[in-house]
């Protein structure tokens, strides 16, 4: 019963180094989402996917990548990390669906500080 | 690009007092969903509101979709400790692929004993 599943919770970087965030959900859900969190402003979009192999840029996509290679994984990257990009990063997933219920089910989060 | 508002940013209640929290889009939206986060968790799903003018209500929590689809509200009545956390609407757009959300800013509930 894990839903859906990110690591790691928490990272540290250094301004210039590069990471990825892994995130894989075990619904099947079709669509995944990249989103970030900082103080205020709520869940911003960063990439999202609506299936294997196709990606999409959401609100905010500057300075990361992401990739769906398989159906249950969606991961983001940051290939040079700035101080801006220091807040809480959250995958969600969910099914396609205009008037069924398309809940998004959200990870826990993962909490990344770029000194 | 669209926007999605949300008033207060903060509001503090005793409980058994009732809370309100208002969204608004720039746009008219195709669906609006309704999330609360805890301190240190992440956004739960708690409704999802489709229709013009809907209400729908959860045990003491009331839902409101505007008739325009532009606006919506969540409404608590005598607060529990156990509703503080922030909670978020958010708005998808018609014709959206990928079934996008636009969060707003979120309202943060704390509830004194």
């Known amino acids: 019963n894990a839903g859906v599943t990110q690591t790691p919770k928490f990272r540290v970087l250094k301004t210039g180094q590069s990471m990825t965030l892994l995130c894989a959900q075990d619904?099947?859900?079709?669509?995944m989402y990249w989103y970030r969190q900082d103080p205020g402003m709520g869940l911003r979009l960063i990439h999202y996917?609506?299936?294997?192999?196709?990606?999409a840029k959401g609100e905010v996509p500057d300075g990361y990548n992401v990739s769906r290679l398989k159906k249950q994984n969606f991961l983001l990257g940051l290939e040079s990390a700035a101080p801006s990009q220091t807040s809480v990063y959250f995958c969600?997933?969910?099914?396609?669906?205009?008037?069924?219920?398309?809940?998004?089910?959200f990870g826990d989060g993962t909490r990344l500080s770029i000194l | 690009g669209q926007q999605v508002m949300q008033i207060p940013q903060y509001q503090h209640v005793q409980e058994g007092e009732d809370f309100t929290t208002y969204c608004n889009s720039s746009?008219?939206?195709?669906?609006i969903q309704w999330y609360k986060q805890r301190p240190g968790g992440h956004p739960v799903f708690l409704i999802q509101?489709?229709?013009?003018?809907e209400v729908k209500k959860q045990k003491r929590l009331t839902f409101q979709f505007g008739e325009a689809k532009k606006n919506s509200s969540l409404h608590i009545t005598a607060t529990q400790t156990t509703d503080a956390g922030t909670y978020f609407c958010?708005?998808?757009?018609?014709?959206?692929?990928?079934?996008?959300?636009?969060f707003g800013g979120g309202t943060r509930l704390m509830v004194k004993p």
């Open positions: 509101l489709v229709k013009s003018g």
């Open positions: 996917s609506v299936g294997e192999g196709t990606t």
């Open positions: 746009t008219t939206l195709s669906n």
């Open positions: 969600a997933s969910t099914h396609p669906g205009l008037y069924d219920i398309s809940a998004q089910h």
């Open positions: 958010a708005g998808g757009r018609p014709y959206n692929a990928g079934n996008m959300l636009t």
């Open positions: 619904m099947n859900h079709e669509y």
